[in-house]
Antibody, heavy 122, light 110 residues
Framework: QVQLQESGPGLVKPSETLSLTCTVSGDPINNYYWNWIRQPAGGGLEWIGRMFTSGSPESSPSLKSRVTISVDTSKNLFSLILSSVTAADTGVYYC????????????????WGQGTLVTVSS | QSALTQPASVSGSPGQSITISCTGTTSDVGVSKYVSWYQQHSGKAPKLMIYGVSKRPSGVSIRFSGSKSGNTASLTISGLQAEDEGDYYCSSRTTSHTWVFGGGTKLTVL
């Protein structure tokens, strides 16, 4: 059974950098898209970005200048870095795996982590 | 890219059918086969219910079905049950190979 687990600091100061890691167990990380999605309290889902294990990262146009996503196949994990955070970046951050079917890797996200709450506050 | 448009809320009685719409543009829903739907219960991670416009992942009830016409995708739940109550989100890949979500729809089972 594939499991994803987010980890990282729950509190980040304004203007600083948010760093999260998603550890994948139950299946090798190779040959999948790995996504980051967030959700403000009481709000909807927002796609942050993703990376294929052997490709280049892609991110939401609204966050592109502040987002870095990387994959570490040796440790079976992937990471998110969001720079220059503000209170608007507060919310639950999810990592998720892209659904792979028939040699197509981008059907949506089938496995999700439980989410980790990040608060931006001084 | 703008969020896809969903109704804020829908409701139905047990046994009835409901449909949630998801309207996008010719840069996403209208031209994409990568349209998916997620169910989210309070405090839980989203769960994939429909992918590829109308495909159901293994284990998802056949009461859930998806379709698309033009720039609007739809999720239909038939034989509504109390456990279906929650928030539903559509999502589409865009022509820029990014993804965009809808604003979410709260389903209430009366």
């Amino acid at each position: 059974q594939v499991q994803l687990q987010e980890s990282g600091p729950g509190l980040v100061k304004p203007s600083e950098t948010l760093s999260l890691t998603c550890t994948v167990s139950g299946d090798p990380i190779n040959n999948y898209y790995w996504n980051w999605i967030r959700q403000p309290a009481g709000g909807g889902l927002e796609w942050i970005g993703r990376m294929f294990t052997s490709g280049s990262p892609e991110s939401s146009p609204s966050l592109k200048s502040r987002v870095t996503i990387s994959v570490d196949t040796s440790k079976n994990l992937f990471s998110l870095i969001l720079s220059s955070v503000t209170a608007a970046d507060t919310g639950v951050y999810y990592c998720a795996r892209g659904l792979r079917e028939n040699d197509d890797y981008d059907w949506g996200s089938d496995y999700w982590g439980q989410g980790t709450l990040v608060t931006v506050s001084s | 890219q703008s969020a896809l448009t969903q109704p804020a809320s829908v409701s139905g009685s047990p046994g009835q059918s409901i449909t949630i719409s998801c309207t996008g543009t010719t840069s996403d829903v209208g031209v994409s086969k990568y349209v998916s739907w997620y169910q989210q219960h309070s405090g839980k991670a989203p769960k994939l219910m429909i992918y590829g416009v109308s495909k159901r992942p293994s284990g998802v009830s056949i009461r859930f079905s998806g379709s698309k016409s033009g720039n609007t995708a739809s999720l239909t739940i038939s034989g509504l049950q109390a456990e279906d109550e929650g928030d539903y989100y559509c999502s589409s890949r865009t022509t820029s190979h990014t993804w965009v979500f809808g604003g979410g729809t709260k389903l209430t089972v009366l």
